[in-house]
């Protein structure tokens, strides 16, 4: 067990069926912690068998659900010690005027209004020194056009975890917030239009997988070793956040003598 070990730690991780929530529960696992996964998926029972964790169904988009869910998951652990706000989905790309109040109102009732009844609810079911750690994304602080709503509701998922960080803090209980760039995953599949775009964009040069470049930063963060940090939004983005990359640059035109790295040193490539 590693110096960031989660031996004996109880962790809910909301959306944990898929992508990045399955890797950091898998993850957690690993490391010694007591995983309650949460999701809608049918074979939820079975994925959650399958990484060693304990699943319930719950539908976030519902105030009474996210409570009982809360309850539920104290009644089997024993308490919380790590919250991971984590369920999310892909609201599709159309300029505002294009966009539809339906597919708005979606958009705020998983991805946002799902962390504000865990956070206003869960507190009571923490212990004190607990992680609540939530998943935002880098469009939180890098805008892109025709993804307004999701930026805007991302951005207000950080604001919520500061303003947990801030109440809770007199506990001990800290709150995170971590910004993934490009993740291959359910939601951006290796077709995705995105991943070359933004392998061209981003300075490292490639898309990230949760299980390799993600998972540790979740770990960290809901660790011991973590302790003294809250009220962060911390990117794990390849860079993307930093301006523009040599590939950028290279792709509107600039010289290749002089938008060229210095080092021949290759980025690390993926085993997977």
């Not at 709503?149 to 998922?157: N, Q």
Request: hydrophobic residues 45%.
């Amino acid at each position: 067990m590693s110096r960031f070990g989660l031996e004996g730690k109880r962790a809910l991780i909301t959306g944990g069926t898929a992508g990045i929530g399955r890797a950091v529960a898998q993850r957690f696992v690993d490391e010694g912690a007591d995983v309650i996964i949460v999701g809608r998926r049918a074979d939820g029972t079975a994925i959650a068998d399958e990484i060693g964790a304990l699943f319930i169904e719950c539908d976030v988009t519902s105030e009474a659900a996210v409570t009982d869910l809360l309850r539920a998951a104290v009644e089997v652990l024993g308490g919380l010690d790590a919250l991971v706000l984590n369920a999310g989905i892909d609201p599709g790309m159309a300029p505002m005027a294009d966009y539809g109040t339906s597919a708005f109102e979606q958009n705020l009732d998983v991805n946002l209004r799902h962390v504000w009844w865990c956070l206003a609810h869960g507190a009571a079911h923490l212990t004190d020194g607990a992680s609540i750690i939530t998943t935002s994304s880098t469009v939180a602080a890098y805008k892109v056009p025709n993804v307004s709503a999701y930026a805007a509701i991302k951005e207000a998922v950080v604001s919520l975890t500061k303003s947990a960080a801030l109440e809770l803090a007199h506990r001990g209980i800290r709150a995170n917030a971590v910004l993934p760039g490009t993740t291959l995953s359910e939601m951006t599949p290796a077709d995705h239009w995105e991943i070359p775009v933004m392998e061209t964009m981003l300075p490292m040069g490639r898309h990230a997988t949760a299980s390799e470049d993600l998972v540790g930063l979740y770990q960290f963060l809901a660790s011991d070793e973590s302790g003294y940090i809250t009220g962060q939004a911390i990117a794990a983005d390849g860079g993307m956040t930093l301006g523009m990359s040599y590939g950028t640059l290279r792709a509107l035109g600039a010289p290749a003598d002089v938008m060229s790295p210095s080092t021949t040193t290759q980025h690390r490539p993926h085993s997977k």
